[in-house]
């Protein structure tokens, strides 16, 4: 049976390239669960429906499919900011359960992990998966470390924006009422402060070999 590696943590820790890093050298498929409330923000942006009205954004979720997540329209600092807010509703959250939870039998039926990113992964939405791991890094070094990977790319940033909208985006992942960002009871705690993404890897990889 496929078994499950569940990654949470808050924006910029880094859980989108380890998971990468994980699902080639395990062959492995990867739900970035982050981009179904994203493809639902960018939705809501592009049909102008109003963010309040949760039966229009519900109406969203039925357009939603795999290949619709593979869009670069999702990654926009309207899009980060939208799709943190609406995260928060719980018709919402609801309504994308079930795409999630029947991702590793719709699509890893012949591989050996499941590989699942985002924030209720361990506690919501798979509370019984096989590796359980929550990253962690101090919000600053985050916003830095995004801050050189966009001007890496070519691209115009300031550092204080980018940590503002951070910091934002963990107060409204911490604190909400439904399927708050939290380490489940039983996951291992990663922070990768002080540590680069190839031992941040190294360490991961230890992880499922020991688990
Ligand atoms: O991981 P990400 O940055 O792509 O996620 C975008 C937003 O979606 C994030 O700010 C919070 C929300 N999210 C969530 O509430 N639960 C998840 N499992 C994944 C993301």
Redesign the pocket.
Known sequence: MVKIIAI?GP??VG??TLAKKLSKKYNSPIL???????AIAFEIIKKKVDPNNIKDILKCVSSLELNNLESGN?YSSEV?TL??LI??KKEL?NKLIKF?REFPKNYCNRSKFSII?????ATV?FPNADYKIFLWADAKIRAKRRYEQIVKNGKKARYKTILSEINA?DK??LT?KI?P?MPASNSVLLDTSYIDIEQAFNALKKIILEV
């Open positions: 949470d924006a910029s859980k989108s970035f669960s982050g981009r179904l409330y994203r999702l980060d799709s943190s995260s928060a959250r999630q990113e985002g924030r209720d992964i939405i985006r409204n992942d909400r399927a960002l």
